[in-house]
Each structure stands twice: as C-alpha cells, then as structure tokens.
C-alpha cells in the first residue's frame, strides 16, 4: 500500500512539473469546447443562388422575392443563359440554380400543374441537401401564400401537405446540442488512452523502467500506480468539462450524474487499460502515438458523432460492438439530452464494465518486468 | 561466503549467443571486475544476474538464490546502476531516493535518516531538494549509485557506472565503492577504464561470449608478462 501511494505522488509529482502536459490538460477542453461546436454545424447560414426566369411574369417575380426576403438565401440575381449558370456554379459563385418555367403563371392559374428546376452544387452533398430542404420551403410557404391570397384551394391541395415537426430531446434540432456531449468523450478518451500510452512508453524509452523494473514492485503495484493518478485526471477532466458545458452552452445533464460519473468512471478504466496495452506492445512514443492515433479517427468516425450509426452498412455496425467509444458515446447523448437513469443504461455499462476487464488483463500480461 | 557463483551461464538471441557458458564465482564484499570490449556480453550476463532477464541455459545463485526460480528473492538483495542514467530527472534528489527506498520496504522514520547519511557522504545535503535534471552528470552517477545502495544489498550491480565522467569525480566514485565494500557489499562492475580495473580485487575479461581471463589484476599481469592492465586487455583483445 505505501509503495502505491508512493508511486501516485511520483505520478502528480511529474505531472504537475510538467507546464506542457498541464496546459494541455487545462487549455485543450476548452480550446476543444470554443471552437470546435462552431466549425462542426449542420445549419447553413448562407446559401449564393441565382435564377432563370423563363416566365417573366408577376407571380415570378414574386418568388423570386421570396428568395431575396429569406435570411437562408443571398440572390445573385438573374440570369439569362444555363451555360453562365453551369460557369457561375463551376467557378463556386452559387450553390443553388432556380429554373422557372415558361407559362408558370398561366400554368398556375389554371391549376394544371408546372414543374420548377432546382439545381444544387452537390459538391457537399450535407450543405446540397439541407439547402434543397430550405429552397422547397420557401416555394412551398409561397404557394401557400397565393393560395390563401387568391383561394386557389387546390393548389395548396395538390401542392403542398403540410407537415410540423416536433423533435424530441433536442427541440431546436441545434447540433450543439448534439457536438458538445460528443466533445466530453473525446476529452475522456484523450486523457485515457494517450496521455497513459505515452506516459508509460516515456519511461521505456528513457529507462527509467529498467530501474523499477530490478526493484521488487510487483507489475500491479506499478500498473496501479500509473493508472491510479490518470484515472483522477481522467474524472477532474471531464468535470470540468461538464461545467464549461453548463458555462459555454447551457446544457444541463438531464440525467442522473452520479449515475453519469459512475458510468465515465468504467470507461475511462477502458481507455485506460487501452493506453496500457498499447504502451506495453510499443518500443518508443512515437509507434504508440500511431497505433493511438489509428485507433482514435477509427473509434471517432464509428461512434456516431459525426453520422449517425444507423445509417453505417451491417458490416460497420458489427464492429461498432468492439468500439467502447460508441457505447459510451450513447451513454452520453443518453444521459445528457434524453435524461435516462441507470436502469436505461445497464447494457451499456456492463458492456464498458466486461471491455475494461478484458483490456487491463491484456496489459497485465503483456507488460513485462522481465523478458524471456 | 560465495555472493555470486555461475554456473555454464548462457543466453541466446535466436542464433546468436551472448552468453556462452560462464562459470566464475565472486566473494562476498569483493570488488569484481568484469571487462570486456563493446559487445562481448557484459551487459547481457549482468542483466541475468539481476533478475532481468531469464537466461537460455545454465544457472547462477545469486545472493543464495537461483536466477531461474527466484528472480522476486533476488531482486529484495540486489541493487542495479545501469549504463543509462535511470533516477528521474523530473522528481527532486530527496524523491528519488524516497521513492526507490519505500519499494525496497525500507521504514519511513529510517528512510528519512539514510537519504539524510548518504547526502551528507556525498556533500550533497544542501541540494536535496533541487531537481535531478539540474546537477552535473558526474553527480548525477554518484546519486544513482547511492540510491542503488540505499538499501543495503547483499550486491550492487554497476553497468559501466563512471562513462562519460571525469577523472576527478571517478576518483571520488571509487572511493564510494570501496566505502561499500567494507561495509559487506559485493561490488560487480563493468568498465572500459583499465585504471579503474587495477583497482578490484579480481578482475575477469570477456570476448565473444565466453570468459577469457580471470584473477587478480597482479595474476594477469604476470601471466601476460606486461605491467599494466591496460596492456593486458591489449595484448588479449589482439590475440
């Protein structure tokens, strides 16, 4: 016991000489937390679009109107030919291209039906379809309009069913809602599987582990010993960035929190035991920085924070079963958002609970006091 | 009494044998000379003996116990200086000391006291709590071999201890080692300064894996017919 508190108060002892580390454990959350829910939204703010108004004609105009009046929308005015269009949308001028028509009025009037072209610059397919949503809104608000302005029934009939939404744990449907919890488990996993990967593989590399290595400790003393002090930097990570949450954006966990810390507590004894395993299998800090690094984009890109999970072949999806990141990262949402309680939670935390076993017996045996 | 004795030592890397079957025995509280040219498998049988490394065949007892089956016995009664300075740079002189002796058990109350002894022997008393990264190498050596010795092994390992130091602190180093060894501690060290060999009690040479010479510094000398230990090693390493 005293050689374990021994090695923790070395372990706080470097950590806290070293400013590097601390700056990073103390500046990375919140740089995280500034910048990063401002670059990773959905909602698009401005779209460029132009038209070609074949109609010429009042009720033309008027939409065209509409356009210029949506805050979504900045009109590059009117054109006449497709081939400027197909110039203008090359050179990245606009994103959208609104064809109307010969005969549109006449066509609405008589209620006999008319076709609008809408073309998108599809080089980002997200910003082209949500833009295409926006555009089909404002044609559908306008029709809505003439119909209510000249009692044309059927148009609004035939036209347009109207749909409200209503969206659940996240009203305004704001991706920060949705990036903010996904950054805490990026911190959480950061603390957990690199610093500790590198922090052990350090002491390979400079051979300070072949001293402790002649000495008795036992490899769980020493183990312990390092995972202890990470493990509380790991906690007093992610507090803190559970208040900058509360600070920066005002999202308040819905759920239980001691059930939320308990849950953090198992995953992080994951990446723990990850960090391990890696640093026991990597000779120097730059193979464990890769193998890290690998591993991390790998766990990012298929824990659903960026895309949702559903929406990944079966093939992904099976292996998502192997990714602690995407347990957890429901955990989070969960939890945050939805306000679910330990009882909702269990699979997922005997999940985490059975991946933190089998990781920290990896390290166990694969870390090696001395070789064969 | 026998501190060490080896028996038909050997290590093998795939193919290639560090170790060839050595045999040698050191008394307790002799000073042991083990000399050799770069490569020749000094480091590897040291490593063996200290309970680092399992050897491919053949045994050695050290302090009493066998290395095959008691590397944990082993390491309570061995301290080990390796050829890379090993303390932590980032921890202060009095942590480091604090820090290898509670995992050797060593008592609070008493640790506090013999970090304290072994300060003042070193004239370093006034500098125990400056970071180990600040002080000069030569220093440096003589605080890990301190430490390495804090809680009195039966042995002390040393891995070519004074590289890189200057004439002046190897002098003060040695002085340290033969203040250990009459105090009952086997000295087993390693080194490429033939001067410094001149001062064990016995020494022995290694080449290729095998153990070549061994005996008294004066031994050699006479049974190379040359007068300096210097010339012994030259002469052998030429042969």
């Known amino acids: 016991m005293r050689v374990i508190l021994m090695l923790i108060k070395k372990e706080f002892l470097q950590v806290f000489r070293s400013p590097l580390l601390l700056s990073i454990l103390i500046v990375a959350p919140m740089v995280q937390f500034i910048l990063f829910p401002f670059t990773a939204d959905y909602e698009i703010k401005v779209l460029d679009i132009a038209f070609i108004d074949n109609d010429n004609s009042t009720l033309s105009h008027n939409l065209i109107n509409e356009f210029s009046a949506s805050k979504h929308f900045r009109s590059k005015g009117i054109i006449d030919s497709k081939s400027y269009a197909d110039k203008l949308m090359k050179a990245d001028k606009i994103d959208f291209l609104v064809e109307i028509p010969l005969d549109f009025e006449k066509h609405l009037i008589c209620q006999d039906g008319t076709t609008i072209a809408i073309t998108a610059n599809a080089i980002n397919t997200v910003k082209a379809g949500i833009g295409c949503g926006y555009v089909q809104t404002v044609i559908g608000d306008y029709l809505k309009e003439i119909s209510e302005n000249t009692g044309l029934t059927t148009l609004s009939n035939t036209a347009q069913l109207f749909t409200t939404n209503i969206y659940w744990y996240n009203e305004q449907m704001n991706y920060r809602n949705l990036i903010v919890p996904g950054i805490l488990v990026i911190l959480v996993t950061l603390i957990g599987a690199y610093v500790t990967a590198l922090n052990l593989v350090r002491e390979k590399e400079i051979g300070t582990i072949e001293q402790i290595n002649v000495t008795p400790i036992k490899k769980w003393q020493f183990l312990l010993g390092k995972m202890i002090p990470f493990w509380i930097l790991g906690m007093a990570e992610f507090i803190l960035g559970l208040i900058l949450m509360k600070i920066i954006f005002g999202i308040n966990v819905q759920g239980s929190i001691p059930a939320l810390l308990c849950i953090t507590a198992i995953y992080l004894l994951v990446m723990l035991g990850l960090g391990f395993f890696i640093s026991a299998v990597s000779e120097n800090q730059l193979q464990a920085m890769f193998i890290v690094f690998f591993l991390f984009i790998v766990f990012v890109l298929l824990s659903g924070l960026f895309t949702p999970t559903e929406g990944m072949p079966e093939w992904a999806e099976k292996i998502n079963y192997l990714n602690p990141m995407s347990f957890y990262m429901e955990v989070i949402k969960k939890m945050v958002l939805k306000g679910c309680q330990w009882a909702d939670l269990k699979y997922q935390t005997i999940v985490l609970s059975v991946m933190a076993v089998i990781l920290n017996s990896a390290a166990m045996l694969s870390y090696k006091d001395s070789s064969k | ?239």
Request: net charge neutral.
């Open chain 2, 1 to 239: 009494m026998q501190s060490i004795v080896a028996k038909d030592l050997t290590k093998q890397f795939g193919d290639f044998t560090a170790v060839n079957h050595i045999n040698f025995s050191v008394e307790k509280g002799e000073i042991f000379g083990f000399l050799g040219a770069n490569g020749a498998g000094k480091t590897t049988a040291i490593k063996m003996m200290s309970g680092l490394l399992l050897p491919t065949s053949g045994d050695a007892i050290v302090g009493g116990y066998s290395i095959r089956t008691d590397s944990k016995q082993i390491k309570r009664h061995i301290g080990y200086m390796s050829q890379r300075f090993s303390l932590y740079n980032d921890l202060t002189i009095f942590e480091n000391m604090q820090l290898f002796g509670t995992v050797y058990g060593i008592p609070a109350k008493e640790l506090k006291d013999r970090i304290h002894q072994s300060l003042s022997k070193l004239k370093m008393d006034d500098q125990a709590n400056s970071l180990v990264a600040s002080i000069p190498l030569g220093w440096k050596q003589k605080l890990a071999f301190a430490t390495a010795i804090l809680h009195r092994p039966e042995i002390v390992f040393l891995d070519e201890p004074t590289s890189g130091v200057d004439p002046i602190v190897r002098r003060e180093f040695w002085k340290l080692i033969y203040q250990a060894a009459a105090s009952g501690i086997t000295i087993f060290v390693t080194t490429h300064y033939m001067d410094e060999a001149e001062y064990c009690h016995r020494i022995s040479i290694m080449a290729e894996g095998s153990l070549k010479l061994i005996g008294t510094p004066s031994e050699l000398k006479q049974q190379m017919g040359v007068d300096t230990i210097d010339d012994v090693f030259v002469k052998f390493v030429k042969r």
